[in-house]
């Protein structure tokens, strides 16, 4: 259990058997009473994030949790199927728990598949993952104006917006958090 005043930000929490992640944290004392603190908290299960206040008297709840580091191995048509490095014991997830991380997935890429009693409910990517542009529009020569961007579509068909100069069969690095084009890299 923690108290109202072990809260802060990126601790995970647990209210009516969800788990929860505290986004944003605020220590509020008023004029009179007891002090209170105001989070913005993410539901770890749906993605869905609400303001919840919290008095110092409060007790929460601390979410079984565990995190393990796997290596994704293959998707199957329907589920993407994960090794565990230690054990070799293997999960499939549906593409409802991955969300967009789907897109960035390589062939023996290491992630951290976060569990909550038993069942995986989130996949956290490295913060950059290297993709192929497979289909754009070519650059046109003179078109250099600032931060002007095309569509693109990636390896894994989702479509991204990149820079004039990007080309069809370039690399390019992602930021997988939010999904934007980092860079150009070479591939050799």
Known sequence: ????????????????????????????????????????????????????????????????????????????????????????????????VLGNAKYFLREDMTVKVLFHNGCAITVNLPSYVEKEIVETEPGVRGDTATNVTKPAKIDSGLEIRVPLFINQGDWVRIDTRTGEYSERVAKK
Not at 5 to 25: A, C, T
Not at 33 to 40: D, L, V
Not at 63 to 69: A, M, N, Q, S, Y
């Open 1 to 96: 259990m923690y108290s109202a005043s072990d809260l802060r930000k990126g601790l995970k929490i647990e209210m009516d058997g969800v788990p929860f992640d505290i986004v944003e944290y605020e220590f509020y004392r008023p004029g009179k009473g007891q002090a209170m603190y105001k989070c913005r908290i993410r539901n770890l299960l749906n993605g869905n994030v609400t303001d919840k206040t919290f008095r110092e008297v409060d007790s929460i709840d601390q979410p079984d949790l565990e995190e393990r580091e796997m290596q994704y191995s293959y998707n199957d048509g329907e589920h993407f199927v994960f090794l565990e490095n230690r054990t070799y014991e293997q999960i499939s997830l549906s593409p409802e």
